[in-house]
Nanobody, 122 residues
Framework: HLRESGGGSVQSGGSLRLSCAGS????????MTWFRQAPGKEREGVAA????????AYLEAVKGRFTISRDNAKNTLYLQMNSLKPEDTAMYYC?????????????????WGQGTQVTVSS
């Protein structure tokens, strides 16, 4: 139902744009969140957006560097990541929640993608 793309390896200070294509559900009725999980660490919510796209929220560590957006006409979620740091290295997942409002709680989500790897070298 969800497929991420756009991950890769970049140097510190570089940029990447992740995409998450949705299918099999009414995309514009689902709030979406990007999560990440680094080896040996717990999964954390990075950026969230409501179903309509008008409200967003970010993990403090990425504020000012990452931007979440969505195109409901294309059933696609994006995460623009700028000024990347080595500590951003992780597997990034998109998740869909059948609700208007966004969430950072993993248990709130109905669909998950397979993940895309982001590696930032110093």
């Amino acid at each position: 139902h969800l497929r991420e793309s756009g991950g890769g390896s970049v140097q510190s200070g570089g940029s990447l744009r992740l995409s998450c294509a949705g299918s099999g559900f009414t995309y514009n009725t689902y709030a979406m969140t990007w999560f990440r999980q680094a080896p040996g660490k717990e999964r954390e919510g990075v950026a969230a957006i409501n179903s309509g796209g008008g409200f967003t929220a970010y993990l403090e560590a990425v504020k000012g560097r990452f931007t979440i957006s969505r195109d409901n006409a294309k059933n696609t979620l994006y995460l623009q990541m700028n000024s990347l740091k080595p500590e951003d290295t992780a597997m990034y997942y998109c998740a869909a929640r059948r609700a208007t409002g966004y969430s950072f709680k993993s248990a709130d989500f109905d669909y998950w993608g397979q993940g895309t790897q982001v590696t930032v070298s110093s």
